[in-house]
């Protein structure tokens, strides 16, 4: 079993890595429809749609190209690759819209800005 420690991530944004980056975060998931007939005497379900969002921790860095784009509103297509850019390693692409931009300023920190999204349109998963 092969274990990843978290420095190993990357994603880009637009085509382009994002600078500063701490974390991210991805969360898939998937509708299901009751399809129980009125005689069953349990309940059945149906896979419905997916959706994915996320959401991207970074040190605040106005000369960063990526970072600068990601306001809210803006689509961006997205790879996400917790093991790193190495072939063959794993990889999440997809387009997102950003819902939210915040930059948190506190005394005794170093400047952040969290930018979260949803996803539009099916997530892809794959290799490098």
Same mark, same amino acid.
């Given at each position: 079993? +092969? @274990?990843?420690?978290? /420095? $190993?991530?990357?994603?880009?944004?637009?085509? @382009?890595?994002?600078?500063?980056?701490?974390? =991210?975060?991805? $969360? !898939?998931?998937?509708?299901?429809?009751?399809?129980?007939?009125?005689?069953?005497?349990? /309940?059945?379900?149906?896979?419905?749609?997916?959706?994915?969002? #996320?959401?991207?921790?970074?040190? =605040?860095?106005?000369?960063? !190209?990526?970072?600068? @784009?990601?306001?809210?509103?803006?689509?961006? +297509?997205?790879?996400?690759?917790?093991? #790193?850019?190495?072939?063959?390693?794993?990889? =999440?692409?997809? %387009?997102?819209?950003? !819902?939210?931009?915040?930059?948190?300023? +506190?005394?005794? +920190?170093?400047?952040?800005?969290?930018?979260? =999204?949803?996803? %539009? #349109?099916?997530?892809?998963?794959?290799?490098?």
């Amino acid at each position: 079993m +092969a @274990t990843h420690h978290g /420095k $190993e991530g990357v994603v880009t944004a637009g085509g @382009t890595a994002v600078g500063e980056l701490t974390s =991210f975060t991805l $969360e !898939t998931t998937g509708d299901v429809v009751e399809d129980t007939q009125l005689s069953d005497a349990t /309940k059945s379900f149906v896979a419905g749609r997916t959706s994915f969002s #996320g959401t991207l921790e970074m040190h =605040f860095d106005e000369t960063d !190209t990526p970072q600068t @784009t990601l306001v809210a509103g803006a689509s961006i +297509a997205f790879i996400l690759l917790p093991e #790193g850019n190495a072939s063959g390693d794993r990889s =999440f692409t997809g %387009t997102g819209i950003v !819902t939210g931009m915040s930059v948190n300023n +506190a005394m005794d +920190a170093i400047v952040s800005r969290t930018v979260t =999204f949803q996803g %539009t #349109g099916a997530l892809t998963i794959g290799t490098v």
